[in-house]
């Protein structure tokens, strides 16, 4: 009868350790492969949003992000990060970003990144400028310095180099579009990775970095997306 009970204990704190796991996952400087994993189901979990790629004399831009379940017709018991807003400067970037810490200070990692999201925005869609699917550029990267939202003269850029449009950059490379394919109505679950291609970068003296994943839109209209797994995995 013990052993029994001592079995269904060890049983329920095995479940109860994997199912926090799914959440959210960072691990040391000697533990190689996933540096970090979330589903977003407990929490944001620390990563914030943010646009950039306009001047202050732009108006309607309707940015906004919020913890929401997925929208219908996915399975809105899951959570996300949700980010919207209008491309009023037909170059608009629209991210998210989370700092990573207990890593390897100084140390050079080969990142790739892992990312799910919802779309509703199909590869053959048109659209004011582009394409609402194609037209739409989906980065990841990641920098050792936090990527600041700065205004130089007189328009608002992100401190890190993460390139234009489908164009990636020193601290981010092109993932993908967000098209979720031809004739797409409804919400998605799209993933893309970069894992033909993994980004270098160097960890500051504290062992941290800076993760940043973000759209870069070509299409002049409203995008609204939903963020639900993002992996960050050590090759």
Known sequence: MKST???????????????CSQESTELGPNQ??????????QSKDGWEAD???????????????DWVSLPSPLNTNQKSIMVSSMNRSDDLFMYIRKKLTG????????????VELASQYADNSVGIGGSPGSSVYLKAGASATEPKKELKNNFYEISIDKGNQAEGGRDALLLGTIG???DVTDYKLITRSNAEKPLQVKTNAN????LVVGTDSGF????????SKIKV???
Request: hydrophobic share 45%; charged share 10%; proline share 4%.
């Open 5 to 19: 009970i001592l079995f269904a204990s060890v049983l329920v704190s095995s479940l109860f350790i994997a199912s």
């Open 32 to 41: 190689p492969g996933v540096l970090y994993e979330t589903n977003f189901q």
């Open 180 to 182: 979720a394919g031809n």
């Open 103 to 114: 890593l390897t200070p100084n140390t050079t990692y080969s990142l790739v990144f892992d």
């Open 51 to 65: 646009v950039v790629d306009y001047g202050p004399q732009i108006a309607d831009i309707q940015f906004k992000s």
């Open 233 to 235: 995995t050590a090759k």
């Open 207 to 210: 062992g941290e970095l800076w």
């Open 220 to 227: 002049e209209g409203l995008t609204t997306l939903y963020y």
